[in-house]
């Protein structure tokens, strides 16, 4: 059965200083199964007391995102150079603390930043090698479908997976429509996808731009933009997708405060959708 989770970067950034406390309260009047934890870079100084105290509030947490930096880092950094080192570390420490939060899917931004996928050569090589790791924790690596600025996210999936025929990776409605590939999904030609499971979780957000609109790429909640969000989750429940999806939706403010209602629309959607 699928579950709808809630990001915390939807609740938490940088308008509230990032108060993962704010969790435990809000969590309660969530209309949803639980979060899709995601790692900020400027945790990793109090990562054990993150972890102790995120496993004190009882939160269930079955899905983490990789800190975004890692990506960069890697778009910027051949694997055989020193500086690759510091990426793969800073993947395990979020391996370790995705096992200590119980996730057991992690999501990767495998290329990102102003060089994004510019090196390809550079995140296809570090793929294998994360990998790796991930699956010693006993976790599902996915490679998120985010936009490029040299070609597009859907080339670079199948450029993986021509030499990883096992990857596995999580769909972004706005990346893709970001890219107007959002349609791809339903072509026969891109079957596979869903047809040899290798989308294995769902980001839900809407986009109000058009063809690679740099200044309009926001996290909007369902109903905002442009996207037909009743044909996307009708087909997805053709396909018999029983796995995760993740509300990213930004809904806090200026001031930090947080919009609920605006996040319980967004889950109450999906579920009248059907899918669970």
Same mark, same amino acid.
């Given at each position: 059965m699928s579950e709808i989770l809630c990001s915390t970067?939807? *609740?938490?950034? @940088?308008?509230?200083?990032?108060?993962?406390?704010?969790?435990?309260?809000?969590?309660?009047?969530?209309?949803? +199964?639980g979060f899709e934890f995601m790692m900020y870079s400027s945790w990793y100084e109090i990562k054990d007391k993150l972890v102790e105290e995120l496993l004190d509030m009882g939160l269930y947490i079955p899905v983490m995102h990789c800190d975004k930096h890692i990506g960069e880092s890697i778009s910027l950094n051949d694997i055989n150079d020193d500086s690759f080192d510091e990426a793969r570390s800073l993947f395990? /420490?979020?391996?370790?603390?995705? +096992?200590?939060l119980?996730?057991?899917?992690?999501?990767?931004?495998?290329?990102?930043?102003?060089? =994004?996928?510019?090196?390809?050569?550079?995140?296809? @090589?570090?793929?294998?090698?994360?990998k790796e790791i991930a699956d010693a924790y006993g976790i599902d690596l996915l490679v998120e479908n985010v936009v490029c600025n040299n070609e597009n996210p859907m080339k670079r999936w199948c450029e993986l997976l021509e030499i990883y025929p096992d990857i596995h990776f999580i769909f972004d409605t706005k990346m893709a429509d970001f890219h107007e590939q959002l349609d791809?999904?339903?072509?026969?030609?891109?079957? &596979?996808?869903?047809?040899?499971? $290798? *989308?294995?979780?769902? $980001? /839900?957000?809407?986009?109000g731009g058009g063809y690679m609109e740099w200044d309009k790429l926001k996290s909007l909640p369902i109903g905002s933009g442009h996207i037909? #969000?009743?044909? &996307? &989750?009708? #087909?997805?429940?053709?396909?018999?997708? =029983?796995?995760? #999806?993740? /509300?990213?939706?930004?809904?806090? +403010?200026?001031?930090? =405060? /947080?919009?609920?209602?605006m996040l319980n629309k967004c889950f109450e959607f999906i579920k009248n959708c059907s899918l669970l």
């Open positions: 970067g939807a *609740i938490i950034g @940088r308008p509230n200083n990032r108060d993962y406390t704010l969790l435990k309260k809000l969590s309660g009047k969530l209309k949803f +199964d395990e /420490v979020n391996c370790e603390i995705a +096992d200590k119980g996730a057991k899917k992690l999501v990767i931004h495998l290329w990102d930043g102003v060089t =994004s996928d510019n090196n390809f050569n550079n995140n296809i @090589r570090a793929y294998g090698i994360l791809l999904l339903y072509e026969e030609e891109y079957s &596979f996808l869903w047809r040899d499971g $290798h *989308i294995r979780h769902y $980001h /839900v957000n809407d986009y037909d #969000f009743e044909k &996307f &989750f009708l #087909f997805v429940k053709k396909t018999g997708y =029983s796995h995760t #999806f993740t /509300v990213e939706a930004t809904a806090f +403010d200026r001031a930090g =405060s /947080v919009d609920i209602n």
